[in-house]
């Protein structure tokens, strides 16, 4: 490799992308090719960098298998960024085992880092944890530790545990010192600030407050009755009941979740789970026979008691009630919390992050889209949806690829 190359390499690892490319800027070597590529992704030209990597892999030719499975892990980390997840996942394991067969090993690492934030942004925590604990990430230089703790962080984020979070952060803080990329540190103060923004809503008593991460993981951890409009389920402790396929029983737990210790008239309870204007004896009968099915599916948290004006929740053991709500809910407020990310998603990637239909998240696009809610660019399979981001949920940055062997 010569020495154009080779500095322009090193300066991609500094995070100097306008000193790679001045090195390369000119030339149409393979090399050259994929280091331009690297460049404009962390200027943040993200189309043209994927241009860029997909000539680079072209030109290095199928006897190359390092140098083209390199630009596949460059092309699926600009993927990751652009929200287009839906090829990353065969892709990378391929250009991993290939560089790891090689000997390219921080180069394998990277790829297992981007599959395991992949498996993270779609939802797969379980698979992403697996992913990371078969490598020992002391070895590591601190770009790529820097990368492994933010998404231990942020499987730790998704499952609530808050001590976790905090002590991954603070191990990415260290290595992102140390690696000196000012992209990388402010990365890891935007997933600092995650656990100081507002997590979720206490409604409790027929009042209401913004709850933090860790107030949120107290609340699910204490005896309380909690009603989680975040996912659905009614939970004391460890002992949870789903309800996410059962919307009209959730609606009616909900409801006598929010007006505990008091009661919930009936017309009430039919305009919330029925969407019912007056109850007539058709609603009446139909609540009679859902309110029977929330106290089968709930019979091991509360008891639902009738009372002259409607229905009463009654914990078993539990000393108070809450529903825990989205800190702020309208109709399809999921698709809107991951697009507040800031980042342009495409209907695929929404669909498979939300594990939904393509069809039922691009009506809801299309919905969102006639109330000035989001709006989309590009056509065909390019199209891409993005919404302002939300303050306090900062975007996550292009992480700078690892230096190339040399």
Known sequence: MDSLITAAARALAAGDALGALKRVALREDAAALALRG????????????R?????????????????????VVAEAEIALVSRDVG????????AGAVLQAHG?????????????????????????ERLLSDEDAAPLPPVLRTARELVTAGIAIRRLHTGAARAAIANAGRAAEQAGIPALAAEVESAARLLEAPAARLIARKEERLLLLDEVETLLASNTLVVDACRNVAR???????????PVLFALARTLAEAWPGDVSRQTLVARAFRGKDADESHRARLRVEIGRLRGALHAL?????????????????????????????????????????????????????????????????QLAEEGKVQSFGRGRARR???????????????????PNV
């Open 51 to 71: 241009g860029l990597l997909r000539r680079a892999a072209r030109a290095f030719g199928p006897k190359e298998k390092v140098a083209r499975a390199r630009c």
């Open 302 to 366: 509360a008891q639902i008691t009738a009372t002259p004006e409607g229905f009463a929740l009654v914990p078993q053991e539990a000393r108070n009630v809450a529903v825990l709500a989205p800190p702020a809910e309208e109709r399809h407020s999921a698709l809107l919390a991951l697009l507040a990310d800031g980042e342009a998603w495409s209907s695929s990637a929404l669909a498979m992050a939300l594990d939904t239909s393509a069809r039922t998240v691009q009506r809801a696009l299309e």
């Open 38 to 49: 690297i460049a404009m992704a962390q200027l943040g030209d993200l189309e043209r960098a």
């Open 87 to 94: 090829w990353i996942g065969n892709a990378l394991d391929q």
């Open 385 to 403: 949806w993005l919404t302002p981001p939300v303050p306090g949920f900062p975007t996550l940055l292009l992480l700078p690829a690892p230096l």
């Open 236 to 246: 004391i402790g460890q002992t949870v009941v789903p309800l996410a396929t059962r």
């Open 104 to 128: 390219d090993r921080l180069n394998a690492a990277h790829a297992r880092n981007l599959e395991a934030r992949h498996l993270l942004l779609i939802g797969r925590l379980d698979e992403a």
